[in-house]
């Protein structure tokens, strides 16, 4: 009988694991979806993370920035900044803990020149000020928690 990892000493049957760690870990390597609104769309949710990923448009390597939010009912959805007006309202201005509500209302047409642009509500309601979120993990790493976590 073999051992080794994921074998028990004494069977040939992989051990077990907990499904849920499978999906903690693809999910630190996926992106949630994409939100790819109609006109009228709406999507409300918490700030998780920004991450800046660089992809292949067209032959050019070009950098998007992308927000997570976290919705009412649990599911993360990512939001890709490639519009103007997204990556004007949102990047730099959100942070984690930040709740934030994304309305689309479509294409319009621009002021001035010529074309359209995508066109979107934007409301950002901040984590007041002195209300930090910690990551307890990461006083656990060091083997100790502050008082009163």
């Known amino acids: 009988m073999r051992s080794g990892p994921g074998r028990d000493a004494m069977s040939t049957v992989p051990k077990q694991h907990d499904g849920d760690r499978y999906t903690a870990l693809a999910a630190k390597v996926e992106y949630p979806e994409a939100w790819k609104p109609s006109e009228g769309d709406t999507l409300v949710g918490e700030a998780i993370g920004w991450e800046t990923v660089a992809i292949d448009r067209e032959g050019e390597e070009r950098a998007c920035e992308v927000l997570t939010l976290r919705t009412q009912d649990g599911s993360e959805r990512s939001i890709w900044c490639w519009h103007a007006v997204l990556r004007r309202e949102l990047v730099g201005k959100v942070e984690a803990g930040d709740f934030v509500a994304l309305h689309y209302n479509g294409r319009r047409k621009k002021q001035s ?27 656990l790493s060091q083997g100790e928690l502050p008082e009163g976590f």
């Not at 020149?113 to 409301?123: C, N, Q, W």
């Open 113 to 139: 020149g010529e074309g359209d642009y995508a066109s979107y509500r934007v409301a950002i309601d901040k984590l007041p000020e002195g209300d930090i979120e910690l990551d307890r993990s990461d006083f």
